[in-house]
């Protein structure tokens, strides 16, 4: 709080300006013009109608051949399309079946990245009404193969970039955003791009894969999100070496030199888009993506998706997943594979809500076991060698050489990969923890799918129909002598869009560890028993809007009840309201 104080203050000076410079009058000075001095530079945006041609190729406003004859005719449209008028329903039914013609997953994700560029809202409408399809197509795991050839599939840019060439005048880039109501940020300096590691630049495709599920998933208007990427090079020689590569041809930025533009970065977010813009920490390396959370968590709108959304979304599902195993979270032992961002995030929020319940407060230091997993399991003697963060959770044993002596030995009921190293949950490790218990609860988190510890096909025959799996990254159902499972995505899309329309819609000025819990609760309760019975542990994501609604909800009302809210009078309905917030990519009607 008291950087907060210090921050208003700051801004308050601003107000202590030499008058003729400041026009006052409550007016809100978007464009920073008034508040700045004679001799200061300012960025000359001017606002216009568009039409005619330029309305066409406008992504916002185009409705493609949906213009009605009126608007045509008001708008100069007359002659620029054939006659035809389609309705919004017809167009996305053109769309679907053309993006269906196409075999290869890229080549979807290209053709929607294309018509997002060609008209904003039946790029949503698609999205919201197949949300099933077209998931894996903008987002895990495809996202993660346009990041690895973004370079060669680059066409127009997305986003802002921020690279080290601009330390100094990070304010000015911000500036050039053609929007000002900015509502959600989502940042990447693309160190480790979901389970594929170092991208550098072309990790863009992550926050702009993030966003458009914010407004999807979430609701959040497009033009109040804003996808960034800081580039301080890269240490990924293919990159390095490929001509076609579009970030800085150098080797990443470390130490003081990082820490001083994300500073001047989070910084000047603050400055240009106010204290109430959720800044969310997207595919950080682990070191840097520990420290930017503990720094910033104080003094901004800050959340980490893989460290506090992984983790919210799992805790839901294990939580959902007690419904079926039985007993409470500390009758059960977790074995992780990977102390990263996911699995001390996850570690870290399941002790939390384990300690909320007081009775269960002696034993879950003993429910809870901590496994790092490199070449050697951690030993305490070990202990002040590892990472701070993963330190609370290493646990004195003896030492195993393998994941299949940990899960022996240790006899987990809940095994939970957030390693990032594919294939790791072998069939060995599945049919040991089958063998000691009737029900093991198998999470393979990492992405895209080439990264899965397991897929959902090996996890059901392995187990032999005994396990209940979720993934990361989407499997398709499986058959398993005659009967079907169908796996849960444990992904934090189910949790970041909702949380954070809560997080906007309360104007909420910091994230508490209890507002992830309240979202994790939301999205648990939202199982039906019908779901329970098919083995589900997550509901399905066609019903997200309603889902995301609950979770804003919760996560709301978390804020108010913590003070953090700004946003007064408190709605009555916090689900309702929520609802009205969101946006609809139904077509507009232009007078
Ligand atoms: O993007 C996803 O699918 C989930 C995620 O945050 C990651 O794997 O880093
Ligand atoms: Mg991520």
């Given at each position: 709080?008291?950087?907060?104080?210090?921050?208003?203050?700051?801004?308050?000076?601003?107000?202590?300006?030499?008058?003729?410079?400041?026009?006052?009058?409550?007016?809100?000075?978007?464009?920073?013009?008034?508040?700045?001095?004679?001799?200061?530079?300012?960025?000359?945006?001017?606002?216009?109608?568009?039409?005619?041609?330029?309305?066409?190729?406008?992504?916002?406003?185009?409705?493609?051949?949906?213009?009605?004859?009126?608007?045509?005719?008001?708008?100069?449209?007359?002659?620029?399309?054939?006659?035809?008028?389609?309705?919004?329903?017809?167009?996305?039914?053109?769309?679907?079946?053309?993006?269906?013609?196409?075999?290869?997953?890229?080549?979807?994700?290209?053709?929607?990245?294309?018509?997002?560029?060609?008209n904003e809202r039946l790029f949503y409408k698609l999205l919201i009404d197949n949300v099933e399809e077209l998931l894996p197509v903008v987002y895990t795991p495809t996202v993660g193969e346009a990041c690895q050839k973004y370079g060669s599939i680059f066409r127009r840019p997305q986003g802002l970039y921020i690279s080290l060439k601009e330390k100094g005048r990070v304010l000015d880039v911000l500036k050039n955003w053609p929007e000002r109501s900015i509502q959600v940020i989502v940042v990447t300096d693309g160190e480790r791009i979901l389970g594929l590691g170092d991208l550098g630049c072309q990790g863009m495709g992550i926050p702009v894969g993030k966003l458009s599920l914010y407004t999807a998933l979430g609701g959040i208007r497009p033009s109040a999100c804003l996808p960034i990427t800081i580039d301080v090079g890269t240490n990924n020689e293919k990159l390095l070496n490929d001509e076609f590569y579009i970030g800085l041809k150098q080797r990443r930025a470390t130490g003081q030199e990082y820490s001083e533009l994300l500073h001047e970065f989070m910084s000047a977010v603050k400055q240009c888009y106010g204290e109430k813009v959720l800044i969310q920490f997207e595919d950080f390396a682990n070191?840097?993506?520990?420290?930017?959370?503990?720094?910033?968590?104080?003094?901004?709108?800050?959340?980490?998706?893989?460290?506090?959304?992984?983790?919210?979304?799992?805790?839901?599902?294990?939580?959902?997943?007690?419904?079926?195993?039985?007993?409470?979270?500390?009758?059960?032992?977790?074995?992780?594979?990977?102390?990263?961002?996911?699995?001390?995030?996850?570690?870290?929020?399941?002790?939390?809500?384990?300690?909320?319940?007081?009775?269960?407060?002696?034993?879950?230091?003993?429910?809870?076991?901590?496994?790092?997993?490199?070449?050697?399991?951690?030993?305490?003697?070990?202990?002040?060698?590892?990472?701070?963060?993963?330190?609370?959770?290493?646990?004195?044993?003896?030492?195993?050489?393998?994941?299949?002596?940990?899960?022996?030995?240790?006899?987990?009921?809940?095994?939970?990969?957030?390693?990032?190293?594919?294939?790791?949950?072998?069939?060995?490790?599945?049919?040991?923890?089958?063998?000691?218990?009737?029900?093991?609860?198998?999470?393979?988190?990492?992405?895209?799918?080439?990264?899965?510890?397991?897929?959902?096909?090996?996890?059901?025959?392995?187990?032999?129909?005994?396990?209940?799996?979720?993934?990361?990254?989407?499997?398709?159902?499986?058959?398993y002598e005659g009967k079907v499972f169908v796996p849960g995505q444990g992904n934090n899309a189910y949790i970041f869009p909702g949380f954070g329309l809560g997080v906007v819609m309360s104007g909420a000025i910091r994230v508490h560890d209890d507002m992830l819990l309240a979202a994790s609760e939301a999205l648990a309760e939202q199982v039906t028993d019908a779901e329970y019975e098919k083995g589900l542990i997550y509901p399905p994501f066609s019903k997200i809007r309603k889902i995301s609604a609950e979770i804003a909800a919760k996560v709301a009302a978390k804020a108010y009840e913590l003070g953090l809210a700004s946003r007064i009078p408190r709605p009555a309905s916090l689900v309702k309201y929520a609802e009205s917030c969101m946006y609809s990519p139904v077509y507009r009607n232009y007078r």
């Open positions: 709080m008291e950087s907060t104080m210090k921050e208003l203050g700051d801004s308050a000076s601003v107000l202590d300006l030499d008058p003729k410079t400041a026009v006052g009058g409550g007016v809100e000075d978007v464009y920073g013009e008034d508040f700045a001095t004679e001799d200061q530079l300012i960025t000359p945006w001017t606002v216009s109608v568009a039409s005619g041609y330029s309305l066409l190729r406008d992504p916002r406003h185009n409705k493609g051949l949906a213009f009605t004859e009126k608007e045509r005719d008001a708008h100069y449209l007359s002659g620029l399309l054939p006659p035809v008028v389609l309705s919004q329903q017809l167009q996305e039914k053109k769309l679907m079946n053309s993006i269906r013609q196409y075999q290869l997953p890229i080549q979807k994700y290209m053709a929607m990245m294309e018509l997002e560029e060609r070191h840097n993506a520990f420290e930017l959370l503990a720094k910033y968590r104080t003094s901004h709108l800050v959340f980490n998706d893989d460290i506090q959304g992984t983790a919210s979304v799992v805790l839901a599902g294990v939580v959902s997943a007690l419904k079926i195993l039985g007993g409470s979270l500390a009758d059960h032992k977790f074995l992780f594979l990977g102390a990263g961002e996911a699995g001390t995030g996850i570690a870290e929020l399941i002790a939390l809500e384990m300690s909320k319940r007081v009775c269960f407060y002696c034993s879950w230091l003993y429910g809870l076991l901590f496994v790092v997993w490199g070449s050697n399991i951690a030993l305490v003697s070990r202990l002040e060698s590892l990472q701070h963060f993963k330190q609370p959770w290493a646990h004195e044993h003896e030492s195993v050489k393998t994941l299949l002596e940990a899960v022996n030995t240790l006899k987990p009921t809940v095994l939970i990969g957030a390693s990032g190293m594919g294939k790791t949950f072998t069939k060995e490790v599945i049919e040991a923890m089958s063998s000691f218990n009737e029900k093991p609860l198998i999470m393979a988190l990492s992405n895209p799918t080439s990264q899965a510890e397991c897929t959902a096909e090996e996890a059901y025959t392995w187990s032999k129909g005994k396990a209940i799996f979720a993934s990361g990254s989407p499997f398709d159902p499986v058959e």
